[in-house]
Nanobody, 125 residues
Framework: QVQLVESGGGLVQAGGSLRLSCAASGRTFSSYGMGWFRQAPGKEREFVGSLSPTAGSTYYADSVKGRFFISRDNAKNTVYLQMNSLKPEDTAVYYC??????????????????WGQGTQVTVSS
């Protein structure tokens, strides 16, 4: 079992930046691949990006590529989502998720085993 808690959301003006954190507890953090997802009102939860346990690979959705960056600190059992050049369309509840690492990149919500409760990010125009 892995428990995930997101933090760092808030209200920001378009063009600004936010850094989200996802603190994990439970089993060995380094054994899990981490993903970030978001869900806007009236929309399905969508993939944002993912990070391998070794931090050797990252993968991003086209909508955030070049603006968002994922990193992790295994010693702190924390994964981060740095969001830059935010746009109003980035407004959503952001979730971190975890799955046992199997050397594959997964972008579907059904394949992730553990989820945080989300943190709201609102970007004003």
């Amino acid at each position: 079992q892995v428990q995930l808690v997101e933090s760092g959301g808030g209200l920001v003006q378009a063009g600004g930046s936010l850094r989200l954190s996802c603190a994990a507890s439970g089993r060995t953090f380094s054994s899990y691949g981490m993903g970030w997802f978001r869900q806007a009102p009236g929309k399905e939860r969508e993939f944002v990006g993912s990070l391998s346990p070794t931090a050797g690979s990252t993968y991003y959705a086209d909508s955030v590529k070049g603006r968002f960056f994922i990193s992790r600190d295994n010693a702190k059992n924390t994964v981060y989502l740095q969001m830059n050049s935010l746009k109003p369309e980035d407004t959503a509840v952001y979730y971190c998720a975890a799955r046992l690492w199997d050397n594959t990149i997964v972008t579907t919500t059904a394949k992730y085993d553990y989820w945080g409760q989300g943190t709201q990010v609102t970007v004003s125009s």
